[in-house]
């Protein structure tokens, strides 16, 4: 009898050590988790943007407040609105009526090459040296904001998760979109950005 209850009582030990282990694998992962958020990430308010144009006019986010708008974050090299995006974006700004600016952080390239590269289907910004930029936290090239008709961030991250139109899966920014102008909840309201380092 005795030896039952050793055997019983190290089972509730082994059990209670395997629970506190999991739970602090648990609040591991979490921590991890919410680190990588950027800290410009959906649910606060959009900061603001004012930035010239190709053709040296001034534009402020606050311009389109009652709008809603994606910004693309890219680079001259690798102008994600004029190449691999670029009819993405034309399908996704004609369905749902959206706004789409472009914002092009470079300080190395100058307003002529800057552009010959800029979509003429959208706006684009110069982000002469890289404030704007950095004030969205915005180090990879393209990574994609979706602002609200209040001016608050309501998704964050990759367009959808391929380059390739065709091997596209996961359409993250639509369906933000799609949830938004049916007043659901976004869902999927970050995603991490994939491309090229933003200089």
Known sequence: ?????????FGLVAAFTILIGSMAMLL??????????PKI???????????????GREVSLSAYHGER?????????????????HQRLVGLSQEFGVKVIEIQSDAEV??????????NDFLTLLDRKGRVTASYDINVSPTFVLVDQNGMIRYRGALDDNTDEGKVSE????DALRNLNSDRPIGVAWVQAFGRPIK
Do not use: N, W
Request: aromatic share 6%; with cysteine.
């Open 1 to 9: 009898m005795l030896t039952e209850r050793r055997i019983a009582q």
């Open 28 to 37: 591991a992962r979490d921590v991890s988790d919410q680190s990588s958020v």
């Open 41 to 55: 990430h959906p649910g606060i308010k959009a900061p603001e943007i004012g930035l010239k144009d190709t053709k």
């Open 69 to 85: 708008v994606v910004l693309c974050f890219d680079s001259p090299h690798y102008p994600a609105a004029s190449t691999d995006y």
């Open 110 to 119: 100058d307003s002529q090459q800057t552009a010959t590269v800029s979509s």
């Open 171 to 174: 359409h993250y920014l639509a």
